[in-house]
């Protein structure tokens, strides 16, 4: 199973961006439970969005109400919408699945002030 991150780069404050999160060696069901975690410069990894069944999600109170986590399993993707970006959702954004088994390779958001 390879999980391919995608979407990352820089952006002004208040931006958006969208990251998208391939899997591939495995079919998502609408079962699959899949995660964003990100890791900023000096600080541990932190989960902050998961998606499970059709559309059942969580997210951590830093980014809830302007992170969406969606998936299309049709494609075998995830996505995350990030919208209203602030400096401090500068680091490297982690997919993570199916069910917590594998993690895809990064991608850096840079958010410039």
């Known amino acids: 199973v390879q999980l391919q991150a995608s979407g990352g780069g820089l952006v002004q404050a208040g931006g958006s961006l969208r990251l998208s999160c391939a899997v591939s060696g495995t079919i998502m069901s609408v079962t699959t439970m899949m995660h964003w975690y990100r890791q900023a410069p000096g600080k541990q990894r932190e989960i902050i969005a998961t998606?499970?069944?059709?559309?059942?999600?969580n997210y951590a109170d830093s980014v809830k109400g302007r992170f969406t986590i969606s998936r299309d399993n049709t494609k075998n993707t995830v996505y995350l919408q990030m919208n209203s970006l602030k400096p401090e959702d500068t680091a490297v954004y982690y997919c993570?699945?199916?069910?917590?088994?594998?993690w895809g390779q990064g991608t850096q958001v840079t958010v410039s002030s």
């Open positions: 993570n699945g199916p069910n917590g088994l594998y």
């Open positions: 998606i499970r069944g059709g559309s059942m999600t």
